[in-house]
Nanobody, 121 residues
Framework: QVQLLESGGGLVQPGGSLRLSCDASGNSITINGMGWYRQTPGNQRELVADSTRSGEAVYGDSVKGRFTISIDIANKATYLQMNDLKPDDTAVYYC???????????????WGQGTQVTVSS
């Protein structure tokens, strides 16, 4: 069983910054990639940022230049630095890990429980 624990969400004013963290634990997981997605009520979950284990990252168009993903494979953690936050960034943010747990298992996709980010004055 792979468990993901997110932290760092909260309320911030427009133009402010937040840093989300996600720690993976559980069966010896071999991580292929880690990422962040977000969802608002009535909408599909959308890509925020996703990175391979080697650090190659892709970003959603609306966050390019403002958000930065980083991953620490050794510690099975990923971080999302969010700068210049806008009200449209308000959403529940989910951590995603793609990997094999245990290492000989099929490739799986695992999700955290989500953390709320609210951007409002």
């Amino acid at each position: 069983q792979v468990q993901l624990l997110e932290s760092g969400g909260g309320l911030v004013q427009p133009g402010g910054s937040l840093r989300l963290s996600c720690d993976a634990s559980g069966n010896s997981i071999t991580i292929n990639g880690m990422g962040w997605y977000r969802q608002t009520p009535g909408n599909q979950r959308e890509l925020v940022a996703d990175s391979t284990r080697s650090g190659e990252a892709v970003y959603g168009d609306s966050v390019k230049g403002r958000f930065t993903i980083s991953i620490d494979i050794a510690n099975k953690a990923t971080y999302l630095q969010m700068n210049d936050l806008k009200p449209d960034d308000t959403a529940v943010y989910y951590c995603n890990v793609k990997g094999r747990a245990p290492p000989w298992a099929a490739l799986g996709s695992y999700w955290g429980q989500g953390t709320q980010v609210t951007v409002s004055s």
